[in-house]
């Protein structure tokens, strides 16, 4: 898609003028609103369910993902970006891929005492058979892999949380199992709690049954897209010297450090100064802070 400057500018100067900015740090202030939201969405399933992004690498998706992703990712102190190839058809790509899915929920209150295994064990039987004879109607042949989860909660609470457990525990689910299952993850999202903390009981049971699919589409990058060629780019208040290149480009080099920006048929990449890009063997460009 080709894009009119001209035409961006005149829609941006109204609105630079009556915050009496330039337009360019007009502009990389929208950005920074717009990275600003994507940190928090991300925050808000990670941070705030006890999960530490730090532990994990960011993936954008989209076309335009790519070009916030490294900015996000300093905000998280995400050391590495994994863009895969056709990230701005990814989920459509997903649809392709994804598994056959079926999932069902049943709300049922069980105090986690010695007859609980024995509940869980009869829901989850009833739940699966339900979701094989779904599968079934659906012609889908595949054994499906079941995923259990409990929504679980100390007596007397107003709010319960999820608490995942592997369908082959259920054989020989013990109370301890759920409790401490329960306790550990009540711990790791709000700070307190524990097996001693006081009696917990179930709210509800849920399953999900996935079963993939018979054929698995390729995801490699077929981008024939040649870039070397430099630009400038806006960034952080100040014009920097950019390279421009193609994401086939990169795969003759280790690394490239930026500023870089990067292209390719779905999407565009922006690399800033202390990230280095490069590709793996499976077409994904991989973005990393310089080490120091």
């Known amino acids: 898609m080709d894009i009119d400057a001209n035409a961006a500018h005149a829609a941006l100067k109204p609105l630079s003028e009556a915050l009496g ?26 941070t705030e369910r006890g999960r530490d992004p730090r532990d994990y690498v960011l993936t954008p998706y989209g076309g335009a993902g790519p070009l916030h992703a490294v900015k996000v990712a300093e905000e998280l102190g995400i050391p590495t970006v994994v863009v895969p190839p056709n990230a701005g058809v990814l989920s459509a790509f997903g649809l392709l891929a994804a598994d056959f899915a ?8 069980v ?14 039987a009833e739940m699966a058979a339900r979701a094989r004879k779904a599968f079934a109607a659906y012609e889908i042949e595949a054994e ?20 995942p457990l592997e369908a082959d525990l259920l054989d020989r689910l013990t109370v301890q199992d759920i409790v401490s299952r329960f306790a550990e993850a009540h711990l790791r999202l709000f700070g307190f709690g524990g097996t001693d903390f ?8 849920r399953i999900g049954a996935l079963a993939p699919p018979t054929e698995l589409p390729a995801l490699h990058e077929e981008d024939t897209v040649v870039r070397n060629a430099d630009t400038r780019v806006y960034d952080n208040g100040a014009w920097r010297d950019c390279a421009l290149r193609g994401r086939k480009d990169i795969q003759a080099a280790d690394s490239i450090a930026g500023p870089l920006l990067i292209e390719d048929a779905t999407s565009t990449a922006y690399v800033p100064q202390g990230w280095r890009a490069s590709v793996d ?4 460009l991989i973005l990393r802070q310089d080490e120091g």
Do not use: W
């Not at 105090?111 to 989850?124: K, S, T, Y």
């Not at 006081?198 to 049971?205: D, K, N």
């Not at 063997?281 to 994904?284: A, M, W, Y």
């Open 21 to 46: 900015m330039e337009l360019e740090a007009f502009a990389d202030s929208a950005i920074r609103v717009a990275d600003a939201n994507i940190v928090r969405a991300i925050q808000l399933v990670s």
């Open 102 to 109: 079926q999932y069902d929920t049943l709300t049922r209150k």
């Open 111 to 124: 105090l986690v005492d010695d007859a609980a295994p024995g509940i869980v064990r009869e829901v989850f």
């Open 144 to 163: 499906p892999a079941f995923a259990p989860t409990l929504e679980m909660r100390y007596v007397g609470q107003a709010f319960e949380i999820q608490v």
């Open 198 to 205: 006081g009696p917990c009981e179930i709210v509800s049971f």
């Open 281 to 284: 063997s499976h077409d994904n």
